[in-house]
């Protein structure tokens, strides 16, 4: 396992990462650009209550593409603790679909197989985070978290759900507000041992 690895050297360890800006974005343009966009849209940036709105925009943009706290991946020795099963749910995480550039949401599941330590819990939240905070698809995203948690524990015995709900799919297009989208991985054990498999996907599924 890697344990309490810098921030950035652990996080980008997890591979490239399609979407997302090398640099901090520039505020400033991105608030030009915003203003641009207003005046195309019909709008006028100066009316009193869109003064502000570019930098505001700009300012989530930033935030969004940096989530707070992307952290090392903190383990623990516990070395009375073997082949024990964890899974940590309800972690819910919001993503941009890189097709509509719309909001997507994400609840996450996921985990894996302890064998001597223990991953810090907060952690998997913390990862969830950093890959929702770029333009997304969901597969994408799903694969990402369970490839680096693999780097994490050093082995393949990792599994995540993510179950999705998209604005482009409710919102608009189709208009199907109930739809949602469920991606599984499966790696090592979760994908060669049923009885494993089976109790993942059911937890997974338990509120
Ligand atoms: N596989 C996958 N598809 C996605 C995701 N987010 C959005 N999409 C889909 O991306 C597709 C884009 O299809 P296009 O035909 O190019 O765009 P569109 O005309 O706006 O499609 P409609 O959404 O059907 O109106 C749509 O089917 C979306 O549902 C995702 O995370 N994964
Ligand atoms: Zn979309």
């Given at each position: 396992?890697?344990?309490?690895?810098?921030?950035?050297?652990?996080?980008?360890?997890?591979?490239?990462?399609?979407?997302?800006?090398?640099?901090?974005?520039?505020t400033g343009r991105v608030a030009d650009?915003?203003?641009?966009?207003?005046?195309?849209?019909?709008?006028?940036?100066?009316?009193?209550?869109?003064?502000?709105?570019?930098?505001?925009?700009?300012?989530?943009?930033?935030?969004?593409?940096?989530?707070?706290?992307?952290?090392?991946?903190?383990?623990?020795?516990?070395?009375?603790?073997?082949?024990?099963?964890?899974?940590?749910?309800?972690?819910?995480?919001?993503?941009?679909?890189?097709?509509?550039?719309?909001?997507m949401n994400l609840q996450v599941t996921?985990?894996?197989?302890?064998?001597?330590?223990?991953?810090?819990?907060?952690?998997?939240?913390?990862?969830?985070?950093?890959?929702?905070?770029?333009?997304?698809?969901?597969?994408?995203?799903?694969?990402?978290?369970?490839?680096?948690?693999?780097?994490?524990?050093?082995?393949?015995?990792?599994?995540?759900?993510?179950?999705?709900?998209?604005?482009?799919?409710?919102?608009?297009?189709?208009?199907?507000?109930?739809?949602?989208?469920?991606?599984?991985?499966?790696?090592?054990?979760?994908?060669?041992?049923?009885?494993?498999?089976?109790?993942?996907?059911?937890?997974?599924?338990?509120?």
């Amino acid at each position: 396992m890697t344990t309490s690895a810098s921030p950035t050297a652990a996080l980008n360890a997890a591979g490239p990462a399609p979407g997302r800006p090398v640099a901090a974005i520039d505020t400033g343009r991105v608030a030009d650009l915003i203003a641009q966009l207003l005046v195309e849209l019909g709008e006028d940036p100066t009316r009193e209550g869109l003064i502000g709105t570019p930098d505001r925009v700009a300012a989530w943009w930033s935030a969004f593409l940096s989530p707070a706290g992307a952290a090392t991946a903190t383990c623990f020795t516990e070395t009375l603790v073997s082949d024990q099963l964890v899974i940590v749910g309800g972690m819910s995480v919001w993503s941009l679909c890189e097709h509509h550039m719309l909001p997507m949401n994400l609840q996450v599941t996921a985990a894996y197989v302890a064998d001597g330590e223990v991953v810090g819990l907060s952690k998997f939240g913390r990862i969830a985070q950093h890959f929702a905070g770029r333009l997304q698809v969901q597969e994408r995203f799903t694969r990402q978290v369970a490839d680096y948690l693999t780097g994490v524990i050093g082995r393949e015995d990792v599994a995540v759900a993510v179950q999705g709900v998209h604005l482009c799919m409710s919102m608009r297009g189709v208009r199907m507000e109930a739809a949602h989208t469920t991606t599984v991985h499966t790696g090592g054990r979760f994908g060669s041992d049923p009885v494993l498999s089976q109790q993942f996907l059911t937890l997974a599924a338990s509120p």
